[in-house]
């Protein structure tokens, strides 16, 4: 777990929140679309939005549709599949990058190896691809290598692992590019940048508001980039709680 302790409270006029979605503000379930939000959650963020003068936003892999079906009537500032989708102010409509074509092969790729009656269950966010394994764990192993196979040989895509997930991904979008994109206006810029993530792919983010003056909070356990830890998804909304206050 290391030593890190629980963050600091932000200062209103100083600090740009930046929340991850799953295993942060949401626990995990089996299906993506059944998760249930901790009461209290829309009414919280609205506080904290206003609290921040606007200078809060969602950084998630999901597609932002997803993010917004959860949230609303709240359509914040966000970047979804890791950045590859992007709104930058509330309410805005979303812009979208067109994903590699290499993306096409790998989906096919996949498509021949994981029929309807696989454990494995394929997860197609259109500018990403994600293989779940959370409900057959046995499969880890295989999950990574149809991964890898599906993207043998083709640019533009990499491999990520997170929580019983495996997913294929444009190489040049990541969660700390998302955050500076979003840093480069108002009201996040000019901002120190807290970023609050569970997985792996949460630590460029990290690093990224690190460099920037401000701090990582880790959800969970395990080795981190972050400067401060939360143990739980509870913890972030009490957490969440105070900063509101
Ligand atoms: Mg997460």
Redesign the pocket.
């Known amino acids: 777990m290391g030593n890190l302790t629980e963050p600091p409270l932000l200062d209103k006029s100083r600090h740009a929140l930046f929340l991850?979605?799953?295993?942060?503000l949401v626990g995990f379930a089996d299906d993506p679309d059944g998760i249930e939000l901790e009461p209290g959650t829309v009414e919280r963020l609205k506080a904290l939005e206003e609290r921040q003068a606007g200078a809060v936003a969602l950084i998630?892999?999901r597609a932002l549709s997803s993010i917004d079906r959860f949230l609303a009537p709240l359509a914040f500032p966000a970047a979804g599949v890791h950045g590859q989708e992007i709104r930058f102010h509330a309410g805005e409509a979303v812009e979208a990058a067109p994903p590699p074509q290499a993306m096409q092969v790998a989906r096919e790729r996949l498509a021949a190896e994981i029929g309807p009656e696989d454990p494995l269950r394929v997860e197609d966010k259109g500018a990403a691809l994600v293989i779940h394994y959370r409900t057959a764990p046995e499969a880890e192993g295989r999950a990574g290598e149809l991964g890898e196979a599906a993207i043998s040989g083709l640019e533009g895509l990499r491999l990520v692992k997170g929580?019983a997930i495996v997913e294929i991904r444009p190489d040049n979008v990541d969660k700390g590019k998302a955050i500076e994109r979003l840093m480069a206006r108002p009201p996040f810029q000019g901002r120190a940048p807290v970023f609050l993530?569970?997985?792996t792919?949460?630590e460029d983010g990290f690093r990224f508001v690190a460099a920037k003056g401000g701090f990582g909070v880790k959800v969970g356990n395990g080795e981190t980039a972050a400067q401060y830890r939360l143990a739980d998804v509870p913890s972030v909304h009490r957490w969440l709680e105070e900063v509101a206050k």
């Open positions: 991850d979605f799953d295993g942060t998630s892999g929580h993530g569970d997985d792919t949460d």
